[in-house]
Nanobody, 122 residues
Framework: QVQLVESGGGLVQPGGSLRLSCAAS????????MGWYRQAPGKERELVATITNGGSTHYTDSVKGRFTISRDNAKNTVYLQMNSLKPEDTAVYYC????????????????WGRGTQVTVSS
């Protein structure tokens, strides 16, 4: 099993920045891809960004140019740098991981964290 713990959420003003972290533990050898999803109140969980062990990344259109996903394999941690934040970015952000990149990309990953709240408001 893989355990994921997110951190770094909080309250930020529009235009501000936050960096989320997701630390993985357990059967980390089984992880080939990780990703970030978010869920706003009353909405379905949506993909934000994914990254494979090889470093390939994918972003949803609404965050391209503003968010950057990265990973530190030595620390078993994936990051989400969020810049130029907008009120519509407000959501609970979830980290996920799976053996297959396709599962991470399609919201069917086996391992999920509990989420961290991001609120963008003045």
């Amino acid at each position: 099993q893989v355990q994921l713990v997110e951190s770094g959420g909080g309250l930020v003003q529009p235009g501000g920045s936050l960096r989320l972290s997701c630390a993985a533990s357990g059967s980390i050898f089984s992880i080939n891809a990780m990703g970030w999803y978010r869920q706003a109140p009353g909405k379905e969980r949506e993909l934000v960004a994914t990254i494979t062990n090889g470093g390939s990344t994918h972003y949803t259109d609404s965050v391209k140019g503003r968010f950057t996903i990265s990973r530190d394999n030595a620390k078993n941690t994936v990051y989400l740098q969020m810049n130029s934040l907008k009120p519509e970015d407000t959501a609970v952000y979830y980290c996920c991981a799976d053996r297959t990149p396709y599962a991470v990309l399609t919201n069917t990953a086996r391992s999920w964290g509990r989420g961290t709240q991001v609120t963008v408001s003045s």
